[in-house]
């Protein structure tokens, strides 16, 4: 069973509003994934970082995501100013490497109102 | 460029029965495919993983994978499903670049 711990479960912001959700990946995982899933199971890769370097990125995350995995400390991602299409399922997951297995979070539910 | 193709958006299957579900693959490398299942409300768990080898392998639950180069396809099996088994079922490919490729998942309803 994953060891991948996502919090909160649900967040309700109004647009505009930052979010901020919190992943701890499990031990000895240097790589973390954050993706999108959105209600037609569609998943977007957002970021992903090898320790705390960031590996790669989509043009969205630079304007408004930002996300961080600093050592000793939870990976975050945060939406600076919230819209109703960024409601959606925000899956972490860490893998100790490329190609080997991906493990997921619970994930944290976001709903913009 | 990869992509991961799962034509059945919903099967519905009644419980007992044996079920299949499909999954199509493209890349030029050498593919990790996995399967996962994700119940209502939580993330995606892990059935089982293909890597080299036996192009059959077991995961878990009962659940059984077949590896196809020539067609590449990873499909699905299990011989006798339940009501539990009630989910959304992705498959997954990993390149050896840490990009990750979803199929668009499979609504498996098992009726009782």
């Known amino acids: 069973n994953s060891k991948v711990i996502q919090t909160p479960r649900y967040l309700v912001k109004g647009q505009g509003q930052k979010a901020k959700m919190r992943c701890i990946p499990e031990?000895?995982?240097?790589?973390v994934f954050w993706y999108q899933q959105n209600k037609n199971n569609e998943f977007k890769f957002l970021i992903n970082?090898?320790?705390?370097?960031?590996?790669?990125q989509i043009d969205m995350t630079e304007k408004r995501f930002s996300a961080e995995c600093p050592s000793n400390s939870p990976c975050s991602l945060e939406i600076q100013s919230s819209e109703a299409g960024d409601s959606a399922l925000y899956l972490c997951?860490?893998?100790?490497?490329?190609?080997?297995?991906?493990?997921f979070g619970e994930g944290s539910r976001l709903i913009v109102v | 460029a990869q992509s991961v193709t799962q034509p059945d958006a919903r099967v519905t299957v009644s419980e007992g029965a044996s079920l299949q579900l499909r999954c199509k693959y493209s890349?030029?490398?050498?593919?990790?495919l996995f399967w996962y299942v994700q119940y209502p409300r939580q993330g995606l768990q892990l059935l089982l993983k293909?890597?080299?080898?036996?192009?059959v392998v077991q995961g878990v639950n009962g659940f059984e994978a077949e590896f196809s180069k020539s067609n590449s396809s990873f499909h699905l099996r299990k011989a006798s499903v339940h009501w539990s088994d009630s989910a959304v079922y992705f498959c997954?490919?990993?390149?050896?670049?840490?990009?990750?490729?979803f199929g668009t998942g499979t609504r498996l309803q098992v009726l009782p």
């Open positions: 293909y890597y080299s080898g036996d192009p």
């Open positions: 890349y030029s490398g050498t593919p990790y």
């Open positions: 031990k000895g995982h240097p790589v």
């Open positions: 997954v490919l990993s390149a050896n670049t840490n990009k990750v490729v």
């Open positions: 970082f090898q320790n705390q370097e960031v590996l790669q």
């Open positions: 997951a860490s893998t100790q490497g490329a190609g080997n297995t991906l493990y």
